[in-house]
């Protein structure tokens, strides 16, 4: 069993910027691909960013530039640095951690980009 404790969403304004965490705790200590996906109301959940164990990253079209994907793996911890921060940027952030062929998703955590 995994469990993901996001945080660090809440409030900003057009152009601000936001750290997002994921906790990430378990009876494993090491885990594989992790990520960031959204979802807006009455959107699809989508991928923001995804980063290896090995530290590759990947980032969709709307977050290159403006976020950065990280990881500590030593406490197993996954970061979303988010900057210029957008309105259309506002949606509940879930981090995601592959096991093996298993993956765990966290609560969300709500991002909300308004003036």
């Known amino acids: 069993q995994v469990q993901l404790v996001e945080s660090g969403g809440g409030l900003v304004q057009p152009g601000g910027s936001l750290r997002l965490s994921c906790a990430a705790s378990g009876s494993s200590s090491s885990f594989d691909d992790m990520g960031w996906y959204r979802q807006a109301p009455g959107k699809q959940r989508e991928l923001v960013a995804v980063v290896s164990r090995g530290g590759r990253t990947n980032y969709a079209d709307p977050a290159k530039g403006r976020f950065t994907i990280s990881r500590d793996n030593a406490k197993s911890t996954l970061y979303l640095q988010m900057n210029s921060l957008k309105p259309e940027d506002t949606a509940v952030y879930y981090c995601?951690?592959?096991?093996?062929?298993?993956?765990?998703w966290g609560q969300g955590t709500q991002v909300t980009v308004s003036s």
């Open positions: 995601n951690v592959r096991v093996g062929a298993r993956y765990y």
